[in-house]
């Protein structure tokens, strides 16, 4: 586990870093992303809250941060009265736009160019398989599998 814990951690202080210089941090970028992989660019609050590691009001209180910048708007859900999507705006596609191209370098970098395929192949299959079991929220409202190495 001290093994697994170093490397995510020295990896995503690596990505960490990089995400500051955009102006956000990593649970904002991570919202903005999966907002803008989903259909239509939104995600019920609920879905959302299941797919990261924040609360349901952690997750309401990081979307009043990226609401008042611009980069997301909530949206009824016409099916449910109650229900509320955050959707990613065209503000919020373009700081992603700006932030997308370091990112996905420094994740060949420190993740990808490191494996060879076969091993990278195993690690995935591995990380998704823990993932699963230990979040079983953590795909909900998305076409799950995604087989972008840079997606996950």
Known sequence: MGLFTEAFTGVSAKLANQIVGHK??????????????????????????????????GITRLID??????????TACPSDRRGLFA?????????????????????DTWLIDLLEPAELEGFLGALRKIRDAVRPGAAAGTAEPVEDHHAK
């Open 24 to 57: 956000l941090v990593m649970a904002e970028f991570e919202v903005l992303l999966r907002l803008s992989r989903s259909p239509g660019g939104r995600l019920r609050m609920s879905d959302l809250a299941a797919q990261t590691s924040l609360t349901t009001s």
């Open 87 to 107: 959707q990613i705006t065209d503000l919020g596609r373009a700081r992603l736009t700006d932030v997308l191209p370091e990112h996905l370098g420094l994740i």
């Open 65 to 74: 941060r990226l609401e008042r910048g611009g980069l997301v708007e909530r």
